[in-house]
């Protein structure tokens, strides 16, 4: 794998890396945050009792852990290159569904929506990224043609 390739990735995950590092420090701040925005379905509420009782933390708080866990693996995967495609198609489906949780520019007032809008876009850069670094996949691209006799 080309040497800017790989710097490339391990650039790239810094972001998921430092994202889930602050959101397990300060669990606590981003349970509150995710409550503020974010409610149980009723699909899964009938549930959350037991998961509560299981872990011993609030479903948010669970929540938050979750996510920030799940940002520093994916992050750690990208950057080694380990299942790199996996976590790539994992973290798309992650971010765009907080693009619509959390940048929801369509709901805010005038002028708050702008940075709301310009965090939506740097998400979906994010997540135009992460389509490039599902398709690259892990080994060497042949100089071929991709999709056949064009």
């Known amino acids: 794998m080309p040497a800017l390739i790989t710097f ?3 650039v790239f995950a810094v972001l998921f890396l430092y994202s889930g590092a602050t959101k397990l420090f300060g669990v606590q701040a981003t349970a509150d945050f995710i409550a503020a925005k974010v409610t149980i379905p009723a699909l899964v509420a009938p549930f959350t009792p037991q998961l509560e009782s299981m872990t011993g933390m609030p479903i948010m708080q669970l929540l938050a852990f979750s996510v920030g866990a799940f940002e520093v693996i994916a992050g750690l995967m990208i950057a080694l290159n380990f299942g790199a495609r996996f976590f790539a198609i994992l973290l798309i489906l ?57």
């Open 8 to 10: 490339g990735r391990i």
């Open 94 to 150: 992650f971010v765009l569904a907080t693009t619509f949780y959390f940048h929801d520019f369509w709901n805010q007032p005038a002028p708050d929506n702008a940075k709301m809008l310009v965090d939506a876009l740097k998400n979906l850069s994010i997540v135009g990224a992460l389509f490039i670094i599902a398709g690259y996949g892990k080994g060497q691209r042949n100089a071929g043609p991709a999709y056949g006799e064009v």
